[in-house]
């Protein structure tokens, strides 16, 4: 079955940096892979979804990278402020059907 | 904008007291999922559902039922409550594969079972 890692240290950067975090997942390269928030206490809520044939995805002061080779997303959040602060998931299809495995998430804390 | 609304925000039961806890969308989405979600284990499928009266295990089943009798909601059930299901409780929904398989998730129940 389709195994994700992301990284369950926290990340803890300076405000105005810019943020990257990593998702690596272990067997068939999925359709597409999507990116998640979720604050304390609160579901999860869509952030980008990128599909196997696009490089890289672009929302504002996010950004999304797709290497099949790799095996790899990285998501990355320019200029990084305070209320960027929250605990980032990805998760990719699964199954067929629309099912979705996630990953375990990163904390990223953005301090003054 | 989808709404995924629960029941309930916090929740305490006593162990072998039966739970429902209980989803509805707003969005006419065929897709329901019911997740469970604790530290270090990140979000787990309990049971989903494609169409009303449609239901399939997710990979953690064991101790759940669910009910989909109107396409709106979605109800989870604990037949008799034990203390290792106390969790964060969390239901989503989405429209069929093949067009977005974004996954629109409701604010969570937190369960407590003494």
């Known amino acids: 079955s389709q195994k994700i890692e992301q990284n369950s240290e926290a990340l803890n950067i300076q405000e105005g940096k810019t943020a990257t975090l990593t998702c690596n997942y272990t067997?068939?390269?999925?359709?597409?892979l999507q990116w998640y928030r979720q604050d304390p206490g609160r579901g999860p809520v869509f952030l980008l979804l990128?599909?196997?044939?696009?490089k890289e995805k672009r929302k504002e002061r996010l950004k999304v990278t797709f290497d099949t080779t790799l095996k790899q997303s990285l998501f990355h959040i320019t200029a990084s402020q305070p209320t960027d602060s929250a605990t980032y998931l990805c998760a990719l299809a699964t199954g067929g059907g629309n099912k979705l495995t996630f990953g375990t998430g990163t904390q990223l804390k953005v301090e003054l | 904008d989808v709404k995924v609304t629960q029941s309930s925000r916090y929740l305490v039961k006593r162990t072998g007291e039966k739970v429902f806890l209980e989803c509805v969308q707003d969005m006419d989405h065929e897709n329901m999922f019911w997740y469970r979600q604790d530290p270090g284990l990140g979000l787990r499928l309990i049971y989903f559902?494609?169409?009303?009266?449609?239901?399939e295990k997710g990979d953690i089943p064991e101790g759940y039922s669910v009910s989909r009798e109107k396409k709106e909601r979605f109800s989870l059930i604990l037949e008799s409550a034990s203390t290792n299901q106390t969790s964060m409780y969390l239901c989503?929904?989405?429209?069929?594969?093949?067009?977005?398989?974004?996954?629109?998730f409701g604010p969570g129940t937190r369960l407590t079972v003494l």
């Open positions: 067997n068939y390269s999925p359709a597409y």
């Open positions: 990128i599909r196997e044939n696009e």
């Open positions: 559902s494609y169409d009303v009266k449609m239901k």
């Open positions: 989503a929904s989405s429209l069929p594969s093949g067009l977005t398989d974004t996954q629109y």
